[in-house]
Nanobody, 126 residues
Framework: QVHLEQSGGGLVQAGDSLRLSCAAS????????MAWFRQAPGKEREFVAG????????NYRDSVKDRFTISRDYAKNTIYLQMNSLKPEDTAVYYC???????????????????WGQGTQVTVSS
């Protein structure tokens, strides 16, 4: 059975940095698409960043480009989300997700992902 265990998150001030981790067990993530989504109160879950393929192709939502970096450690079966220059609007519960898809592009729809982490709160104060 696949399990995604998240760690990281917390309360920081605007401009600070955080790193989220997501360790997969029960399945080798290999080149399958993995992603981070987030959901703020009263809003829909949205795609933040994703990674796919043996060459680790990445994709980001526009509002986090140049601030967030997604990466993957195959040896640890883990993905990371390095978040720099955090803004209050980044406040949300962040979820990691694993897809069974290993094509050329990162899926950005939550429906494309089969497994989800437990979620972790990120709060950025102004």
């Amino acid at each position: 059975q696949v399990h995604l265990e998240q760690s990281g998150g917390g309360l920081v001030q605007a401009g600070d940095s955080l790193r989220l981790s997501c360790a997969a067990s029960g399945r080798t993530v290999s080149s399958y698409a993995m992603a981070w989504f987030r959901q703020a109160p009263g809003k829909e879950r949205e795609f933040v960043a994703g990674i796919i393929g043996s060459r680790d192709r990445t994709n980001y939502r526009d509002s986090v480009k140049d601030r967030f970096t997604i990466s993957r450690d195959y040896a640890k079966n883990t993905i990371y989300l390095q978040m720099n220059s955090l803004k209050p609007e980044d406040t949300a519960v962040y979820y990691c997700a694993l897809s069974g898809y290993s094509g050329a592009y990162v899926p950005t729809s939550s429906g494309s992902y089969n497994y989800w982490g437990q979620g972790t709160q990120v709060t950025v104060s102004s």
